[in-house]
């Protein structure tokens, strides 16, 4: 160190006035990017959440009248008699097709407790619940008759 | 005051909080020695400007990073090198900017001293401040200029010897002048 330059006797001046508003408006401008990124980030996140919770939370597809349903649906009385309509109209293609022997007896089954709520219907019309029963009774009726279809194609297919 | 004078534990804290407050008074403690050290290394005020600029940003910044008080000073001395030691490599291709000299007309040993040194090459200049003005050890000047040991002590000789002919000569200039 003896080889050293004395610099002590050089003049040291002080920065300009202002270099500490510039350093302050820059870590603002860093502070504000950075909160835009957290909140565009948190932003993000909840949409993700509540997305994800309103397809957790969304009910099964209501099904038609007619179809299989766990729950009973509030379908009014001129809907059921709409849907009842269109289910017979539907089972009256299939019963003129034949039926195999596996199908028949359930088939006379439910076409027998068919005939008994149209007896019901007949003392109370106006009955919703014995509609919605009927409903579903055609309903099961006509996916026995197309299930059954099915199979004898699969056997036919099958020879 | 000089970059190695400490900060105490409350100070520390306080920037880790970034109060806004501390982080002021903690620049106007280091301003002045900061910027005299990146007047010094660039040669230039508009990069010195920058080069300060970007460092106490950075040092507020990364406040995170610090664990012992009394080291911030040395902490930003080194973030403000690698600022100024940045520039230097990016500038490095382009065109040497033309620095802003008075003429000296008069003879002083300060103002000598002070021509020789703004005359010097970047990376000179650089070494021998670090070493002579501001303490550090070849092994941290090579480090921060990604160079080797022996790189930095070659270096710094020749910018010794060449500050020296210059005031040299600038000194017998000033003899034959009152003289003649």
């Not at chain 1, 059921?80 to 109209?89: F, M, P, T």
């Not at chain 2, 007309?105 to 200049?125: I, K, P, S, V, Y």
Request: proline share 4%.
């Amino acid at each position: 160190m003896d080889d050293a330059i004395d610099f002590t006797r050089l003049e040291r001046s002080g920065p300009p006035g202002d270099l500490w508003p510039a350093i302050a408006g820059e870590l603002d401008r860093r502070r504000r990017h950075r909160l835009v990124r957290r909140v565009s980030a948190l932003a993000a996140m909840v949409t993700v959440v509540v997305l994800a919770s309103v397809f957790v939370q969304m009910p099964a597809p209501t099904p038609a009248p007619g179809e299989a349903s766990s729950s009973p649906e509030p379908w009014t009385l001129a809907e059921l008699r709409a849907a009842s309509s269109r289910l017979e109209s539907r089972l009256a293609d299939h019963r003129q097709r034949p039926v195999g022997g596996l199908e028949l007896e359930s088939l006379l089954w439910l076409e027998a407790e068919l005939a008994w709520l149209d007896e019901q219907l007949a003392d109370s019309p106006a009955d919703r619940d014995l509609w919605r029963q009927r409903v579903e009774l055609l309903a099961e009726l006509n996916r026995r008759y197309a299930d059954g279809d099915w199979r004898r194609e699969m056997l036919l297919a099958s020879v | 005051m000089s970059l190695s004078s400490p900060i105490d534990d409350l100070a520390l804290a306080a920037l880790k909080r970034r109060c806004r407050r501390t982080q002021e008074r903690v620049y106007r403690q280091y301003s002045q020695p900061a910027w005299t050290l990146a007047v010094r290394l660039s040669g230039c005020e508009a990069r010195a400007w920058d080069a300060v600029q970007q460092a106490f940003v950075l040092a507020f910044e990364r406040i995170g990073q610090l664990r012992k008080a009394e080291q911030f000073g040395f902490w930003l001395r080194r973030i403000l090198v690698n600022q100024v030691m940045d520039q230097h490599r990016r500038q490095a291709g382009e065109q040497p900017e033309i620095a802003e000299r008075g003429e000296f007309r008069d003879h002083d040993t300060a103002l000598d001293l002070e021509r020789a040194f703004d005359e010097l090459d970047e990376l000179d200049r650089q070494v021998v401040w670090l070493h002579d003005a501001e303490g550090m050890k070849h092994a941290e000047i090579a480090e921060l200029a990604g160079q080797t040991v022996s790189w930095s002590k070659s270096r710094l000789a020749r910018a010794r010897e060449k500050l020296r002919n210059r005031l040299t000569a600038g000194e017998a200039s000033a003899r034959s002048m009152e003289h003649g």
